[in-house]
């Protein structure tokens, strides 16, 4: 019996799992995690916001199921797609609500973030098929 084993990974494959990672530490951890727990400095910015807790807990919410789904095969394109537009949000909110004070953050977040919903976006069509069929 001739077993084929599956072919390494090339090294911009490992690399950009190494960034995937990085990633969903940094939405679960250092992103997430503050609102989740309603650390000070959040409810500080949020009420800076004029946004209520609910505000902040969906928010986080959002994010940490992005930093998971970051790390699911299948759902990778479509996470960092969403994690994308959650930062071209925080972008407008940065400039308006806190005159530009972070605003580069999130821009920087969205290049690492676009580069993995296109290396993943053949994923995308194993996704629609796991997706139940609607018949007219």
Known sequence: MSETAAPAPSAALRVLRVVQVVLALFYAFASALPKLIAHPSAVESFD?????????????????????????????????????????????????AFDGE???????????????AWARRDRNAELLRLLPHRRA
């Open 48 to 96: 800076r916001m004029g946004w209520s807790s609910a505000g902040m807990y969906t928010i986080g919410a959002l994010e940490l199921a992005g930093a998971v789904a970051l790390l699911v095969p299948v759902l990778q394109s479509v996470a960092a797609l969403a994690l994308g537009a959650l930062m071209a949000g925080a972008f407008v909110v940065q400039l308006t």
């Open 102 to 116: 972070n605003a580069a953050t999130p821009l920087i977040l969205i290049v690492p973030l676009a580069l993995v």
